[in-house]
Each structure stands twice: as C-alpha cells, then as structure tokens.
C-alpha cells in the first residue's frame, strides 16, 4: 500500500485525502496548520497519520495541497525532510513559476517533482467542505518537462483515476497557464465585474439561470485569487485585452442600432459554444471555473 502526504487540509486537500481513503488502496498521512483539523481527519478515519511538521516524512508521494505562497515557503523547507526518490507535487492553479522552483529543490533533495493540478473546487473553503467526491468525472492536469520523471507521471496519472478523476491531462507549464487564463481565470474576473454593477444590489425578484451562472464564481478566495492572478499576468492580460474588444463590440453594435452586426455578433458566440460543446463535450457538472 502506498504511503501519500497530503500537506493542508483546506476543501482540496481535504478533498483528496478523503478520496484517497475511500479508494482503499493508500495510507494517509496528514499535515494542517491547524492541528483540530488534522486531528479531526484523524478521528473521521480519513487519515492513517498526522505528520508533526518536523521530522522526515516516510511518504511514498506527497502533495502540497496549498496556496501557491505557502507552497513556495515549503519548497524552501520541506524536500529535505522527504524520502530520496520519492514523489512531490502541488495542486497551485498556475504552473509556470511552480514547476522551475519545484524542479529545483527536488534535484537538490533527491526527490521527483511534477506539477499538478485538479481541475475541480466549490466556492467554499475549509475542511469541513471537503468531500470524497468532488474529483468525480473531473480532469486532473499534469505538467511534463525535459526534467520530469515519466515513472512519477504515471504514479501520479494513476492516483489521479484513484480519487475518481476520468481523465489525466499533460502539459508543458506554459501551455496550462495560457490555457488557464481562459478556462479559470477569465471566468472569475468577468463574474467579479459584473457583480461591481450598481443593479447587483437590486435584482431580488428579477434574476434566474442566467444572473447565477454568470455570477456564480464571484463568490471567491480574494486573496488566493490575487495570487492567481498576478502570478500568470502576462497571460491574463492578454485574455482580458480580447475581452474587452468582444464587449465593446456588443457596445457599439447596440450604441449604432446595428440589428445586422449585433445578430452577427450574438451568432459567433452561439455557433462557437455549439462547436465547444461537440469537440469538448459539455456533459460533465461544473462547480468551479
């Protein structure tokens, strides 16, 4: 049975210790700041284990399940107290900067980093919304460089399926945080700027499916998400400059009364989510951005 860490139990870690118990083919070990949290996992008999944050850890994979400051403050510490040979990898939303740092440190300790990130959450966070499904029919995105060890990948790619991921997607880092920008980011910008409206404080009566699809992930981690942001800013901007041309296209076509542009403009949009939903699917329920 294979022995895996998960570092912090916030609604994601706690997420995939939970699964990884319900799988039954691991050994869980656990580490949160908060040690009632860890302590909690333990008595629910999500854990096996509760690491003390100080001595080594005999773990055959360990996963970072925290934000993406508190991973770089690990990176600094944490490979040391690893088992030579064994596996790292994070969970952080942008893979870039994480991936050049990880590699790093693990070279130095002896250790195999891969880059991950689970394509799932909820608006909430802690613990306590944890739950053992929520990786259920999700992706599972892992990042492959000239450095990366395919053994590790395949490890990983296989504990992902064992939380209930239905696939594995891998990528070089900068092609998920391009990818990313568009896909997660973008989304939780537009939701936030359109909750900035004045009318946002009236629509009591007046909003159904649409004002809660559009404004579901404003309900976010601001200061995670700043992290997010800024950490991939070249990307983002980019995303947010194309955004800001298709909006002010909508304004003028409505500003000049232009029924045949506006038509055109609306059209695009429908045949491009139509053609999304044939090439990718649309079949799988979203949580999260």
Not at 68 to 77: I, Q, R
Not at 151 to 158: G, H, R
Request: charged content about 25%.
């Amino acid at each position: 049975m294979q022995k895996i860490a998960v570092i912090g139990l916030g609604i994601m870690g706690g997420s995939i210790a939970k699964a990884l118990k319900k799988s039954g083919k691991y050994y869980v070990i656990v580490y949160n700041r908060t040690k009632e949290v860890a302590q909690k996992a333990l008595a629910e008999s999500v854990a096996d284990e509760i690491w003390d944050g100080v001595s080594p850890i005999d773990s055959d994979i360990t996963v970072l399940a925290v934000n993406l400051n508190v991973t770089f403050k690990l990176f600094e510490t944490l490979p040391q107290l690893l088992k030579k040979g064994s596996i790292l990898t994070d969970i952080c939303g942008i893979k870039e900067a994480v991936v050049k740092k990880g590699e790093e440190v693990g070279e130095k300790a002896e250790i195999r980093f891969v880059g991950g990130h689970p394509m799932a959450g909820r608006e909430r966070s802690g613990y306590e919304f944890s739950t053992e499904d929520l990786f259920f029919n999700r992706s599972y995105i892992f990042t492959k460089t000239a450095n990366t060890d395919i053994k590790a990948l395949e490890t990983l790619s296989q504990m992902a399926l064992d939380i209930g991921c239905l696939d594995v997607t891998v990528t070089s880092p900068s092609h998920h945080d391009k990818m990313i920008a568009y896909t997660s980011q973008i989304p939780h910008i537009l939701a936030g700027a359109y909750m900035n409206s004045p009318t946002s404080a009236t629509h009591k009566g007046y909003s159904a499916g649409s004002y809660h699809d559009v404004s579901r992930v404003a309900s976010v981690d601001e200061n995670l998400w700043t992290e997010l942001f800024l950490a991939n800013r070249e990307n983002l901007l980019y995303e947010i400059d194309i955004l800001i041309r298709n909006l002010e296209s909508y304004k003028d076509a409505v500003l000049s009364e232009d029924e045949t542009r506006l038509s055109d403009i609306i059209k695009t949009g429908r045949i491009l989510k139509e053609r999304d939903i044939i090439v990718n699917g649309d079949e799988k329920p979203h949580k999260f951005g």
